[in-house]
């Protein structure tokens, strides 16, 4: 896949994903919230009858945040204490809503049984995952910080200026940007291959990733800075109109407020963006590439009990998997057909490129308990 | 009195006919002070085993009325000769502000040693040159000697002394020293100390006063006249207290700088072959700034200061008596030397790159700049009233910098936070817990555990303030000036600046507040009480009716509650304050009643529990105590104001903050998945 197709198709399933994304939105919000709501309380009982707030909302006065934090800040100081096992709460929740994530992108659609269904099927194995990744991370700072400090400490005596210091730990913080990178890409692909095969071993996902990553370096790497360029642009341009308006009135107050929920609410968008246009990339690849085997016999025999679709299905996969051509036909996820007869509620869909897709809908009900215990033995290739 | 009379005589004929026959820098070609102690020095430089090293004649007037037979000096530099200095021992094992000795390295280690003394009769009397400890018992210190004369020193004598000397400079941690090829050269040369006669500074007796270099203090000295000749490598750039009077070319690829410096307190230089030197003026004085390569493009934020700072001084204290200023530009291994003042010869800092929103660079140069005038012109002991000096500086340094750059941005000056200068000092003071953990006009080497910083700069400033916003700007600034005119070039004491604040700002102060300004001053000074009134509620109670039980007009009456006149006002509303702290200072009390009508008291603050009555047809609606934030001291804000209808919109403004920070946060960190 071009980097421009995984990067259009990846927007592509961010701006239909709305209900998703705010759910990703709404649970940072209310975690947060909470918190927040705490802090009010806790400064209106240290300061609710003061007049000392009275101009605070014209002036920002660090004396008047030194003044409470000290004399009023018990409780403030506890919440602040406290945010970090709400951060750890927080991240472990992300860990549960991401594997909702690759399970939509999978089925092509979004619902809150299957969104939620898929995040709580995946967690266990996607935490294993998450811990690696942090580690590694963690690995790589300390690898960079400790090479650093020997530079510095080895050459020092030659720096003539601060300059040479700042510039060492520029390099390392940017040598660790580029690692990053690298590390998130392969972080996410693990993740999808991990998914995709039903698989529990995450160390083999994450060297999976890995190596997927470095084999499409050039192109991957690209596509990911490309996907970085409009979060980049959304920030300046959040800043900007952020200190124009300004949150010296009330209306100002709820202006900002407004402003900064959307930037919140569109960098989750940004965040499915990249992964959508990652897992397009990815699962594109391994169709195109064989990656993974198909279990062409066994795709058969499903296919076989979907009547009149199924003979269908086998043509255009066997197709499929038997050309290298780029526009690849694209394939309606047999599980998918199946979990839309199951779910009641109101889903976010997906056009699919073959109107008989739509048509066997109502047949596969029949076939639905097969196909749930199969779902993962193949890839479902997305929307192209 | 007859000898001390003749003695002033002839120290105004020797003034005169000294300023007479001197190359003068100053304004009027006269003395500007009594210059007792004039140095006549020649030194060499060797930049590889970082000595400095020659010969100083030391002119010293006695213009006492007691006869000597010794005389103080002090070696400043000895501090840095072992790990048993007092100065080591006191600042653990070799550290200030942060910067710490590097004890591994055989070059760190500094020295004074005075290999020759000799008067003017050439007798020899360096035997006579003994170490002494006067303000401990370590007998490992040698920043102090004394040297006994060989026939006493009778009252208005000068005495005249050839003093060969090598001075090992450290590796720059504190003030001096060396880093690469960059040189300060502070507290270099052997000086000798000042000698306060009876009524000077409240001695009662003549004594010299000539303490040990400590680990928390700076120094104190007499004025004089400096002609210092300083030889150094040629490729070296130079820069000194004075004005440059000559640069010859010397042998063996070096130069020698000339500079004469009238009426100061002391000689500091620099020298390194990296400097890059930017110079400037403002009005008739000469600004050179000593810029390091890199620092090339902030040279602008060090002269614009500057001028503020020159500019303010002469409009609020006085006019600025000298004809140059050289600010230096240390390099990083040289930052131990950064933020140090000498006469017309400061030392700034900055990095690379600094972002505007850090004013340090403007902030050391303002602070640094205003020890010209609290410290190299008003005199003061650094040793025994630093308060004197970094107090009542570090407040002009608060009112130059917040009101040339914001009061709420002055020091820190970002989207996401700003801090204004007071601010910072009112946060160092009023909010550490360490505040109560000696008076301001403590020895400054006594002071332990952050002390020195917070009673020497922060408290004084806060006070003062306070003093400043009571008195107001117009009467401060009178008291500044007076004060500068009566002590410039001399030594005053806190009694004196004292005496100054009542005789010119106490009928004022008496007039608005009722309350004697000696109160405000000991308790400030001399005491470690804090300040912290609270408005501890307002109530609003209606007034019933009178009715019962009376007699009028020999008949008994039984008024029942409706027949009752209705009273005059509706209610009885109060306001209950507290005070919390040791400190009393009188505050205005105001109040504002439901139908918008404000009234204003005074409260002396003396008692304990104070309540205000007043009796109205509007409820109370909110107090405030010193609502003109005039009492700076206060230690509480949050409890200085009562309201029944408080603005949230502030709050909120704070909680919507802090949820987009943590949203923020929380989102950064869920990247890690």
Known sequence: MTIKKAYTNGFQLAIRSPRMIFTLYITNFLLVALFALSFNSALQSAVGNSMLFDNFLKNDNSLVLSDILNNGGEGILAIIGQLRWGLIAYWLLNIFLVGGIIRTFNKQRYSLNMFFGGAGHNFPKLLGLSILITLTHLIVIGLIVFTTSLGIDQFSHKFESERMYVITVAIGFLVYLLIAVILFLASDVSKFYLLLNDSNNFLKAYFKGIGFVFRKFLKIYALYIALLIVPVISFYLFTKINGDIGMNTGVGLLIIFGIQQVFVYIRFGFRVWILGSIFEFYADDLLLNNRIALDKERLSELAAQKADLSKMMIAKVEAETSTNDVELEIIPPVSDLEEKTVDTETEETFDYDFEEQKDSENQNDQNDEDFEDNENDYPEKPVG | MKKFSFCLVFTILFVFLQSANSQTINNKNKALSERIANYDISVKLDSEAKTVSGELTLNWKNTSPDTLNELHFHLYLNAFKNTQSTFMQESGGGAL?????????????????VSSITNTKKEELINSFSYIQPDNKNTHDQTVAKLMLNQPLNPCETIELKIKFETKLPKIFARSGFADNYFLVGQWFPKIGVYEHSGIRGAKNGQWNCHQYHASSEFYADFGVYKVDINVPSEFI??????????????????????????????????????????????????????????????????????????????????????????????????????????MFITAGTLWKLPDGLRFPENVTIHEFGHNYFMAILATNEFEEAWMDEGMNTYFETRIMDESYGVHSAWIDFDFYKQGDLESKITGYNYSEKNKIAPSNQFSWLYTSGGYGMMSYNKPAVFLSTLDKMLGRETMDNIWKTYYKRWKFKHPSTKDFCDIVKEVGAIKYEK??????????????????????????????????????????????????????????????????????????????????????????????????????????????????????????????????????????????????????????????????
């Open chain 2, 97 to 113: 502000r942060g910067v710490g000795m590097d004890k591994n390295d055989v070059l760190s280690w500094g020295y004074c040693q």
């Open chain 2, 238 to 343: 130079v820069g000194a207290t004075g004005i440059l009077l000559n640069e010859k070319t010397g042998s063996e690829g070096t130069k020698t700088l000339s500079y004469l410096a009238e009426d100061v307190l002391d000689f500091a230089w620099t020298c390194s072959p990296k400097f890059k030197v930017i110079e400037s003026e403002w009005n008739d004085v000469k600004i050179s700034v000593m810029m390091q390569p890199d620092h090339l493009k902030q040279a602008d934020r060090y002269i614009e200061s500057l001028k503020i700072a020159l500019e303010y001084f002469t409009e609020h204290v006085g006019p600025y008596p000298y004809k140059h200023v050289t600010v230096v530009d240390p390099p990083l291994k040289g930052m131990g030397s950064a933020g140090m003042e000498y006469p």
């Open chain 2, 512 to 673: 608005l507040y009722q309350s004697n300004i000696k109160d405000f001053l000991y308790q400030s000074i001399y005491t470690t009480r804090v300040c912290d009134y609270k408005l501890n509620s307002i109530s609003n109670t209606k007034i019933e009716p009178d009715y019962g039980l009376y007699k009028k007009d020999g008949k008994n009456l039984n008024i029942r509650k409706e027949d009752a006149p209705q009273p005059k006002f509706k209610y009885l509303s109060k306001v209950n304050l507290l005070r919390l702290g040791e400190f009393t200072v009188p505050v205005e009390i105001k109040v504002t009643f439901a139908n918008g009508e404000e009234k204003t008291t005074v409260w002396d603050g003396k008692e304990r529990a104070h309540i205000i009555k007043f009796n109205t047809d509007s409820k109370i609606i909110s107090a405030q105590i010193d609502p003109d934030y005039k009492n700076i001291l206060d230690i509480n804000l949050s409890n200085n104001s009562y309201t029944l209808k408080p603005k949230k919109s502030g709050l909120w403004k704070l909680t919507v903050k802090f949820l987009f920070a943590i949203q923020n946060v929380f989102q950064f960190f869920s990247a890690f998945i």
